[in-house]
């Protein structure tokens, strides 16, 4: 069973920025493709960015594209999503999800609140 821990949510006020972490105790993150996606209250939810891990090559979603950074650190088994720039619009729980295979693991999630 992987389980992947989110940290680095909160709130912030708008044109700040957030840095999440995505870390997987006892899992190596570094051989598996990465995704970040968001729930905002009454939404589905909606991928946000990924990173391959073999080519290392970035998808964004057109509302983030310009603002957020996802990237990778192996030695730390750590993936980052780097939110700069951020709107109201943004605020949502942000999950981070590996793909295993045909599997899928989910954390918990970290809030992030963007408001005045």
């Known amino acids: 069973q992987v389980q992947t821990v989110e940290s680095g949510g909160g709130w912030v006020q708008p044109g700040g920025s957030l840095r999440l972490s995505c870390t997987a105790p006892?899992?190596?993150?570094?051989?598996?493709?990465i995704g970040w996606f968001r729930q905002a209250p009454g939404k589905e939810r909606e991928g946000v960015s990924c990173i391959s891990s073999s080519s290392g090559r970035t998808y964004y979603a057109n509302s983030v594209k310009g603002r957020f950074t996802i990237s990778r650190d192996n030695a730390k088994n750590t993936v980052y999503l780097q939110m700069n720039s951020l709107k109201p619009d943004d605020t949502a729980v942000y999950y981070c999800?590996?793909?295993?295979?045909?599997?899928?693991?989910w954390g918990q999630g970290t809030q992030v609140t963007v408001s005045s």
């Open positions: 006892g899992f190596t993150l570094a051989n598996y493709d």
């Open positions: 999800k590996v793909w295993v295979g045909p599997y899928e693991y």
